[in-house]
């Protein structure tokens, strides 16, 4: 059984930094695809970034492309979220991800295997 636990939310103010971490146990860290998601109050959970399990190949949603930097730590087995310049619309709960077995790339709800708690992110104007 995997464990997923997020850290590195907070308030901060527009044009600021946060950086997420997510630590994994329980499973090989290095044999998933990992991913982050946030959801927003009345709104559905969305895909933000996703990593290769050996993190040589990242994807990241149109919103945060330029902003944001995904990467992960196979031997910390822990995974990272930079976000930069950063707006109130970036306001929502933060999830970390990891895929099912066989994915490749965790960028849809379906292709996750195990969530996080989640960690709030406010970013205020």
């Known amino acids: 059984q995997v464990q997923l636990v997020e850290s590195g939310g907070g308030l901060v103010q527009a044009g600021g930094s946060l950086r997420l971490s997510c630590a994994a146990s329980?499973?090989?860290?290095?044999?998933?695809?990992m991913g982050w998601f946030r959801q927003a109050p009345g709104k559905e959970r969305e895909f933000v970034a996703a990593i290769s399990r050996s993190g040589g190949t990242t994807y990241y949603a149109d919103s945060v492309k330029g902003r944001f930097t995904i990467s992960r730590d196979n031997v910390k087995n822990t995974m990272y979220l930079q976000m930069n310049s950063l707006k109130p619309e970036d306001t929502a709960d933060y999830y970390c991800a990891q895929g099912k077995s066989i994915i490749l790339a965790v960028t849809t709800t379906q292709q996750v295997g195990a969530w996080g708690q989640g960690t709030q992110v406010t970013v205020s104007s």
């Open positions: 329980g499973r090989t860290f290095s044999s998933y695809a």
